[in-house]
């Protein structure tokens, strides 16, 4: 086994932090590309590992996942903004917290979300008038908002509040943007992100604690979760072992501290990690998508022609939604059911392949419990390894023409010759994202309710990504909506 990967020559202090920070995304390809599977690197003072062969990634997230933990990169701005909840939470706190939240995203329950969703698209975006150029990052962020906070909150926000969560990302994105500096400083140190990040927090916090006000009392009354009455097959036994009780997360987590199992700021970090991961990614995935379709009108046309077809055979009739159509007459298309959603082949490939090109969730972090081995190299315990999803999604080794958009490429007979863990952008494992399926049912809904009334062009400039906890656009992403004829 050899000792030591290669990788690039870093600078006293911040090492390669500085050329990592001017872009992530560049400088993670050209180290896969210049050094192979296993490359080395110092972010800072961390002794970073970056791992891009399929089968190092699913050793790490699957088969020795209990080799490797959540990176702590001992800066509390994290411990700070999500604290203990399920994304950062270790060990047996991990796993009591995920048994708890299990039933507020079991299938069942998901699939009957799905009226909740459509209601909240059409109530948001119903008001986009023909030639309106819109952000639609914003205004899907907005909605996902909105629909994650009454699917698993059992309770609604209203315009003011969900512009303050808004509001709220930006400084909470620049804070964990990279940034060299910070290895150099404190973090206890005013700096005026570090008050803008704080107050961002102040802010959220407040949000939380309004939803638990109005809630708190509810958490027995099954009207409350909008997945379904009590007794209907929606609900299976939850962690208290009654069916007839609502299975909204927020739900289940006060009727845990009503039995001593969850602390005050338990709530805090569950809550606040959901709302924020919650909607972020899906807004994001939608972002992207309606990007790449808007950058290539052939598949915008057979993503509509698709959605009118599934929509003819699955879809209920719509109320209070009033359009033109062509003969004069008042028409809408109709509504989308889960149903429909289940039928959209075309439309899941795309989704897929604009989270190839454009992960969310674009890097996961891990750190080595023990001495562990890769591609011949020994990793020694307590490296940081870094496993990004833009590389690997990105690499000719497993993809055709990886550059390009291409839906097909996720057909059956060629998805299955790619290893697994070439796409990823749940995570795997144990730790795969819990909201997976919550996620993929709601950018589906949601496009086919836009695609089906509308026209989608992109009018801003090339699009450029800045990396934070998660990818997003480094501009407005401005949209022209136009009324299909």
């Known amino acids: 086994m050899r000792a030591r990967p290669p990788g690039p020559r870093g600078s006293p202090l911040v090492g390669n932090a500085r050329r990592y920070a001017e872009d992530p995304f560049t400088f993670m390809r050209d180290c896969a590309d210049a050094y192979g599977d296993v490359v080395r690197f110092d972010l800072g003072p961390r002794e970073t590992y970056m791992l891009t062969n399929p089968a190092d990634v699913q050793r790490v997230l699957v088969s020795e996942a209990d080799a490797y933990r959540k990176a702590d990169f001992g800066d509390r701005a994290i411990d700070d903004l999500l604290g203990d909840g399920l994304l950062m939470s270790e060990g047996d706190t991990w796993k009591r917290q995920r048994q708890l939240a299990n039933p507020a995203f079991n299938m069942r329950r998901i699939s009957a979300l799905a009226d909740t969703m459509v209601d909240h698209t059409a109530d948001a975006l119903g008001g986009w008038a023909d030639g309106k150029v819109v952000d639609l990052q914003l205004e899907i962020a907005r909605l996902t908002v909105r629909i994650i906070v009454s699917a698993m909150f059992g309770a609604e926000l209203s315009d003011e509040r969900i512009r303050a969560v808004q509001d709220s990302l930006e400084p909470l994105g620049a804070r964990f943007e990279p940034d060299p500096r910070r290895f150099l400083l404190p973090d206890w140190i005013p700096t005026r992100e570090n008050r803008e990040f704080d107050d961002a927090i102040a802010t959220l916090e407040g949000v939380i604690e309004d ?237 086919t309710w836009v695609y089906s009334r509308y026209d989608l062009t992109y009018e801003g400039p090339e699009l450029s990504l800045r990396g934070s906890l998660t990818m997003h656009p480094d501009h407005p992403v401005p949209m022209r909506v136009e009324e299909r004829s």
């Open 211 to 447: 939803v638990l006000a109005a809630q708190t009392g509810t958490q027995r009354d099954p009207a409350v979760d909008p997945a379904g009455e009590a007794g209907t097959s929606v609900h299976g036994p939850g962690p208290d072992g009654d069916a007839e009780l609502p299975n909204d997360l927020l739900s289940i987590l006060l009727r845990a501290r009503d039995r001593g199992e969850q602390t005050e700021r338990n709530l805090r970090d569950e809550l606040m990690t959901m709302l924020l991961a919650g909607h972020d990614t899906t807004a994001l995935t939608l972002t992207y998508t309606t990007y790449l379709l808007s950058e290539h009108p052939e598949v915008q046309r057979q993503v509509q022609a698709e959605v009118d077809e599934v929509l003819a055979a699955t879809g209920e009739p719509t109320t209070g939604e009033p359009t033109t159509g062509a003969d004069g007459a008042d028409s809408a298309p109709p509504r989308p059911t889960l149903e429909t959603a289940r039928q959209l082949d075309l439309t899941e490939r795309v989704i897929d392949e604009a989270m190839r090109l454009y992960p969310p969730v674009y890097a996961l972090f891990r750190q080595a419990k023990r001495d562990v081995e890769h591609g011949g190299y020994r990793v020694p315990k307590d490296a940081t390894l870094l496993i990004p999803q833009w590389v690997v999604h990105r690499s000719d080794r497993w993809y055709d023409d990886p550059e390009t958009f291409d839906p097909d490429r996720w057909l059956p007979e060629r998805r299955a010759e790619r290893p697994r863990f070439a796409f990823f952008p749940f995570g795997g494992g144990p730790r795969h994202c819990i909201g997976k399926q919550f996620s993929l049912l709601e950018a589906k809904l949601i496009l």
